[in-house]
């Protein structure tokens, strides 16, 4: 009927069945930090503690990328102080911490998620909304 | 048949087939790879291969600018000899370390990615659709949607943006001149000319403290300047006359001082109270809607804590990804509107519930197209693909962007028209995966034409679902 394209190596002809979005959840202020509330949709694909134990971690670094502490403070006071070129030549620490979240995923892609015919895409690429969890359809029912 | 400036719905069926994840068309490689800043939905100017963002009206920011260098070069050609042979020679140095100050944070404010939202990409606008209860037909805007939530034990809403099909995260808004959805939004600064936000706040409190700091200076100088020439003998007036710039320069310190100094203590209390001017204006937190003493259910009840958190929190990264690469099924729609051949569509006729308006539309547009009016000046910008399909009416932004019919560019293909350098964005066309849902009512033929781009068939990457 209608010829597929491959998505990604290890996507060869899937196609996208359903996506979850899974809400930034507000309940402690505007830190981000995403529900975790497992989807009904994906009860079929992975067990709810793997799911569950991803979401955390994630929780648990975005967090730590955001976390008001003495590093955080250290990093403004000096860069107030160089009236913010410093950031011209060093990252600040939110972005290292979201390189090791960005790792993470594809971890978590790559030994989890993949082989469950789930993606999970990073939340930096829909703005730190929501976390995009892409359903791919079941390769025995594909044509 | 072509309703203007109406709100729609997204029809998710419609939409699930899309893939936003990375598709690669391997025949479309010979498509130069865009950047995300060039298909930027809102409405601001990229400078430097998008290092630089600006909004489309820089307001007053060369007058601000402008009155800024004019004054510190009068006073350190004017006032600085006579005071290092008077005084001090740390009297220039002072104030050039203060002005070098109050231009950075200036330029960092004006430059900077205020904190801008990147709009709801057509799958999660769909999703949040879904979510809505909506009842009743489309044929007016349906009434402001709200969703409330706990934050700390208080009851804040949310707003919905139908501008950037999302409900806006707390403490976020819409500035109508950036069109863009601001976090943290204070306030759209003109003197500055841009939004002051969640990434730039604390640049724009070090502008405005600095430049209070260096408008006193100046004052002081050139107040003791006059004083001590009329010291010398000479009355108030023959100290004047020798030095005209000084009383320039006491005119403009002297009305800026009461702005800037004002302004000052203003920022600092909402920065020790963990308000936004938004909300100070608004009166969101005000004791009158609730019990306690402090309702901001985002204070941490500690000035100290509350000053630290927002000018030397983490610096948050700008999430808009302005130099990004496009993935190329993103760029794919803009490829087939550049190309003259019109394949027939009928892959996403079969497999998308296309409604049968939309066929009619379909089959209007290979009657009627135009292949060489892609980019009329006055054209809607509309969103491509599956959006199209589910209906031939697009959808109305947001009222505050005068009813939605802003003239904005159909979608463009590699634009040869356009300069490569501070494009005006809203004359960008908006590919689908960057603004989804963000749909202005186009009269018949620029909608069929549009379409009729969407429907080249499956090199545009469309999935059905079997």
Redesign the interface.
């Known amino acids: ?8 190596d290890m996507r060869q002809q899937a ?5 979850v ?1 899974l809400q ?1 959840d ?5 830190v981000c930090q995403f529900q975790s509330k497992f989807p009904s949709e994906l009860e079929t694909r992975i067990d709810k503690q793997q799911f569950e134990e991803t979401m955390q971690t994630l929780n648990n670094l975005y967090a730590e ?4 502490g003495s590093q ?2 250290i ?3 000096l ?2 102080l160089t ?3 410093v ?1 011209l030549c060093m990252e ?4 290292k911490v ?1 390189k090791k979240i960005a790792k993470y995923i594809q971890e978590q892609n790559d030994k989890i998620y993949a082989p469950r015919g789930l ?1 999970l ?1 990073d939340p ?7 976390i ?1 969890v ?1 359903i791919f359809e079941d390769r025995s029912l ?2 | 048949m072509m309703k203007n400036c109406e709100y729609q719905q997204i029809d998710p069926r419609a939409l ?2 899309l ?7 391997t025949e479309k490689t010979v498509q130069r790879s865009r950047r995300k800043w060039e298909v930027f939905p809102g409405k601001n100017r990229f400078f430097c291969d998008g290092r630089i963002i600006l909004p489309s009206q820089s307001g007053v920011l060369p007058l601000t600018l402008g009155l800024i260098v004019v004054t510190c070069g009068l006073f350190f050609a004017f006032d600085c000899p006579f005071l290092v042979k008077h005084l001090t020679v740390f009297i220039p140095v002072i104030g050039g370390a203060l002005f ?2 109050v231009v ?2 200036l330029l ?1 404010t004006s430059f900077t990615d205020p904190g801008i ?2 709009r ?2 057509p ?2 606008a769909a ?2 659709e879904k979510q809505i209860d909506t009842s009743g037909s489309s044929t007016y805007r349906p009434p402001p949607r709200t969703k409330e ?4 034990q208080q009851v ?1 809403k ?1 707003k919905y943006c139908f501008t950037c099909k ?1 409900f806006r ?3 976020t808004s819409h500035c109508s001149l950036c069109d863009n959805c601001v ?2 939004f204070d306030h759209h600064c003109p003197w500055v000319g841009n939004c002051v936000g969640k990434r730039n706040y ?2 724009f409190y ?1 502008f405005i403290i600095s430049l209070s700091f260096l408008t006193s200076f100046i004052f002081g100088c050139v107040i003791t300047h006059i004083t001590l020439r009329s010291q010398d003998g000479k009355s108030l007036v023959q100290s004047i006359q020798e030095s005209p710039a000084s009383v320039v320069e006491l005119v403009i310190c002297f009305f800026s001082i009461w702005s800037i100094l004002g302004l000052s203590g203003f920022h600092t209390y909402l920065i020790a109270s963990n308000l936004t001017t938004n909300e100070d204006i608004k009166g969101s937190w005000s004791s009158k809607r609730c019990a306690e003493e402090s309702g901001n ?2 204070s941490y009840n500690s000035i100290i ?1 509350n000053c ?2 927002t ?7 700008s ?3 302005r130099r990004g690469f496009l993935s190329l099924d993103e760029a794919i729609p803009a490829v087939s509107a550049s190309e003259i051949e019109l394949p027939p569509f009928t ?1 996403k006729s ?2 998308h519930m296309c409604t049968q308006s939309t066929k009619d539309v379909l089959e209007r547009m290979f009657h009627s197209y135009d292949v060489h009016g892609l980019c009329p000046p006055a054209t809607p910008k509309t969103t491509p693909l599956d959006l199209e399909v589910s209906g031939p009416a697009a959808a109305s932004s947001e009222p505050s962007l005068s009813a939605g019919c802003l003239p904005q560019d159909a979608r463009q293909p590699v634009a040869p028209p356009c300069p490569p350098f501070s494009r005006s964005n809203k004359r960008r066309d908006s590919l689908h995966s960057i603004n989804p849902a963000f749909r202005l009512a186009s009269p018949s033929p620029s909608l069929s034409r549009t379409t009729f781009i969407l429907g080249d068939a ?1 090199d545009n ?6």
């Open positions: 009927m209608v010829e597929t394209h491959s998505l990604q196609a996208v069945a359903a996506k979005f930034r507000y309940s402690n202020g505007t990328a955001e976390k008001l955080s403070y990093e403004g006071c860069a107030c009236a913010y070129t950031f600040t620490h939110y972005e979201l993606l895409t930096i690429e829909r703005g730190l909304r929501v995009e892409t594909t044509r | 699930s087939v893939p936003q994840s990375a598709q690669n068309n070098v100050f950075f944070s960092r939202l990147p709801a990409t799958d999660e999703d949040i939530i706990l934050i700390n804040v949310l999302m995260p707390p403490r976090e943290r604390r640049f070090s259910p985002y804590t630290c958190a000018l030397c929190g983490p610096m948050p990264p999430l808009i990804d892959v079969d497999a499956p990457g469309f999935i059905p679902l079997p």
